[in-house]
């Protein structure tokens, strides 16, 4: 566990990558919503996706946490198995970090009225209708499953190289593909729609937590095999 611990250690040398960039994005993002709420001449509330912006940074850490630090935790004898295990607590710590910030920034905006112009970019009506908590499942779960997503990618990229990823990539867009495909042609939308309203904001975030799930054990399993 000590070694473990040691990983998250390593992966919060440079805060800047899991702390300090997430906090500018987001600042900057929600500067820019407010302003843009500020410039439209309406009375009824506003709501924007610019908080979105941080959690797609994500992506990128969960990138370079593969590419950037694992080489270097080879050179300090650190196991694959504690690198895994301690970063992927550092991104759960991370995605909490920013679920408690949207929570923050949620009660500001009912605090002043949507910054003083009815304008939104935390608390949305339908991420929040399950309370506060919920709403900090939703963007725990949206910050993680990114950076899941990130650093599966690098693991296969630094595991069977550029061609496998993008194979890899072009297979899971055709089942989508296929999916919506089948959807419509079985002419199902209106029950897709009404599945996904009646799970709800919280309701498709834990299944965001099984998808979580089955992309860390599919990284774990690519993770013997990466180069460093």
Do not use: C
Not at 117 to 139: K, M
Not at 182 to 211: F, H, K, M, S
């Amino acid at each position: 566990m000590r070694r473990t611990l040691n990983v998250i250690r390593l992966q919060l040398i440079n805060k800047g990558t899991f702390i300090w960039y997430p906090l500018v994005i987001l600042a900057g993002a929600v500067l820019i919503s407010v302003l843009i709420y500020a410039m439209i001449p309406i009375d009824q509330p506003k709501y924007g996706g610019g908080g979105q912006a941080p959690l797609w940074y994500f992506f990128a850490i969960g990138m370079s946490a593969m590419t950037l630090t694992f080489p270097f935790s080879q050179a300090m004898s650190i196991t694959r198995r504690e690198f895994f295990l301690g970063t992927m607590l550092t991104a759960i710590l991370g995605s909490a970090l920013m679920g408690a910030l949207f929570l923050i920034g949620g009660g500001i905006e009912m605090l002043t009225n949507g910054y003083g112009v009815n304008g939104y970019v935390f608390h949305l009506p339908w991420l929040w209708e399950a309370g506060p908590l919920g709403a900090f499942v939703v963007y725990f779960t949206l910050a993680l499953f990114f950076f899941v997503v990130g650093f599966t990618g690098a693991t296969i990229f630094k595991s069977w190289g550029q061609m496998v990823l993008l194979i890899a990539s072009f297979a899971v867009v055709l089942l989508i593909l296929g999916l919506v495909f089948l959807v419509t042609r079985l002419e199902a939308w209106g029950q897709v729609w009404e599945g996904i309203l009646a799970l709800g904001a919280v309701g498709l975030a834990l299944w965001g937590l099984v998808v979580v799930a089955l992309l860390s054990v599919i990284s774990f399993l690519a993770f013997r095999r990466t180069i460093p």
